[in-house]
Structures are given as structure tokens and as C-alpha cells.
């Protein structure tokens, strides 16, 4: 798969779990102080299948706190699914 086939594959598959999580949440309005834990375990095989590299739950954790420190400092209004799509080709792939 090419880089920009990856991204958008990835791009989706990040979408796919925004309103996933605002549906289990939904009783809080999304509101989850532990959305990393979360996505990390609805990502997780997703995530592998894409990459093509098995990461555990913690270590999703781990690339997902750290994108949205990143996004939240260099690009607070950028679409959030395309944003961490770079970052995991460019940090986690």
C-alpha cells in the first residue's frame, strides 16, 4: 500500500472512531477524561491490519497521547483524523 493509500485508509479508520466513541459515551456527551484507553482498545486491530505491526494497547495509548499534544500545540484546528493518520505513518509505521 502507498503512502497515500495508507493515509487514507488510516484517515477513515480514525473517523469511524470519533462517533463510536461519542456513541459510548453518549450518556457524558463524549466526554471521557480516558479517550486514549478507549480508542486504544477500538483502534488496536485496525491499526495492525493497516500498518502491518501488532502494537499492544499501551503503546496506542502512548502514540495517541502524544499526537494530540502535538496536534493541540503545532495545528489545533486541523481536521484530527487526517493529522494523527501522518503522524502514526511518521512515528509508529
Do not use: C
Amino acid at each position: 500500500m502507498d503512502t497515500g493509500d495508507l493515509a487514507q485508509t488510516l484517515t477513515e479508520l480514525f473517523r469511524q472512531a470519533g462517533p463510536a466513541h461519542h456513541q459510548a459515551y453518549i450518556h457524558t456527551n463524549g466526554e471521557d477524561p480516558e479517550w486514549p484507553l478507549w480508542y486504544a482498545q477500538y483502534l488496536r486491530d485496525g491499526v495492525a491490519d493497516v500498518l502491518g505491526k501488532a502494537l499492544t494497547v499501551s503503546e496506542l495509548v502512548y502514540w495517541l497521547v502524544a499526537v494530540e499534544r502535538e496536534r493541540a500545540e503545532q495545528a489545533p484546528g486541523a481536521d484530527w483524523p487526517s493529522y494523527y493518520a501522518r503522524f502514526f505513518i511518521s512515528h509508529v509505521a
